[in-house]
């Protein structure tokens, strides 16, 4: 049989107190007599009272309750990402709630399913901002900030790192070690934002050292590992001699394809993905991007805090430090 709910008028009714009083210990005000409110502790802790978020923000209307809308549970970028998010929620008390699309694309009933649970933000994170989501984001009564996702006419807040720059500084790297061949590998181009400012980077280095832009290096797929492994035999046939690879879950499969392939790396084939910690585990570890992928998520929800608690922000479009990182995939 399953445990009975206990509720804030069990707890009063044990106490003794009014549920008024019960509240008020529940949210320390001090207008409650000592012994009182060591009563009602003792209750609440013998019961094992837990306290709806939802139900305590009634009155207010406030939950205490954050959304958090996020593409993939099992992709490690986004999985780092919420762990900062979440720590952050937990030193100002608020819950989190999440809302996947399980790597499909993100559609307005996730934000309508977030709305109906009465949260109080929404963090939206993914490489997609349609704009269909983002008037939709834009016209509910309540704050959102993107992590990890670009607004590109910054209507709404956002923390990223320089992703135009990132990929320049990876792809520059690839042409010091002598390749002329380098592919760029991505998310379809037509539909992700922040893909498009990676492969604008991509371009401009190609560009600064006379190198021609070549359609049949330029390769878009999903963003899973077996997308990235079926892509191998392709890059292979390119000509290809290095990559960069804008998610670590596709790198991760072209890495492994053209290892399969009898490809060795790097003395065959050089690669440079994003950053998560994936990039270490993969044999060879791969060199990449480094982003504060950690630091992004916990900004992004101090943000969300901030315009939550009605406070003015010094920055609405926020980008943090990246580096470059080389392990075994490129040359030393």
């Not at 709910?5 to 009714?13: K, Q």
């Not at 309508?112 to 509910?140: A, Y």
């Not at 406070?311 to 995939?329: A, K, P, V």
């Amino acid at each position: 049989m399953d445990k009975p709910t206990i509720t804030i008028y069990d707890v009063a009714r044990e106490a003794g107190v009014s549920m008024a009083t019960v509240s008020r210990v529940m949210n320390g005000n001090a207008n409650v007599k000592p012994a009182t409110k060591e009563k009602v502790e003792k209750v609440i802790a013998d019961l094992g009272y837990r306290p709806n978020a939802v139900a305590r923000g009634l009155a207010s209307r406030k939950t205490t309750t954050v959304g958090l809308i996020i593409p993939d549970l099992t992709d490690q970028y986004f999985a780092e990402l919420a762990r900062g998010i979440e720590d952050v929620a937990n030193m100002y008390n608020y819950q989190i709630i999440l809302s996947s699309s399980n790597g499909s694309e993100i559609k307005n009933d996730l934000i309508d399913n977030l709305l109906g649970k009465q949260v109080d933000g929404i963090i939206f994170m993914g490489n997609q901002v349609s704009s269909e989501i983002e008037e939709r984001l834009l016209s509910i009564d309540l704050p959102v900030v993107l992590t990890g996702a670009l607004d590109t006419q910054k209507k709404l807040p956002s923390v990223n790192i320089d992703y135009f720059n990132a990929f320049r500084d990876a792809t520059l790297h690839l042409i010091e070690n002598d390749h002329r061949r380098i592919a760029f590998i991505s998310g379809l181009l037509s539909k992700y934002t922040k893909q498009d400012y990676k492969f604008q980077g991509y371009e401009d280095a190609i560009a600064q050292h006379g190198i021609n832009h070549d359609d049949k290096l330029i390769f878009q797929a999903g963003y899973t590992y077996e997308a990235g492994y079926q892509l191998a035999q392709a890059v292979k046939t390119s000509g290809a001699t290095a990559a960069v690879i804008t998610t670590d879950e596709m790198a991760a499969g072209v890495l492994n394809g053209l290892t399969d392939l009898g490809l060795h790396l790097p003395q065959d084939f050089e690669l440079i993905s994003n950053d998560s910690q994936l990039t270490r585990m993969t044999r060879p570890a791969m060199s990449s991007i480094t982003q504060p992928i950690y630091d992004i998520g916990a900004v992004s929800m101090r943000m969300l805090t901030k315009l939550m608690g009605h406070e003015e922000l010094d920055d609405t479009q926020i980008e943090l430090m990246h580096g470059f990182t080389t392990r075994d995939s490129t040359a030393k």
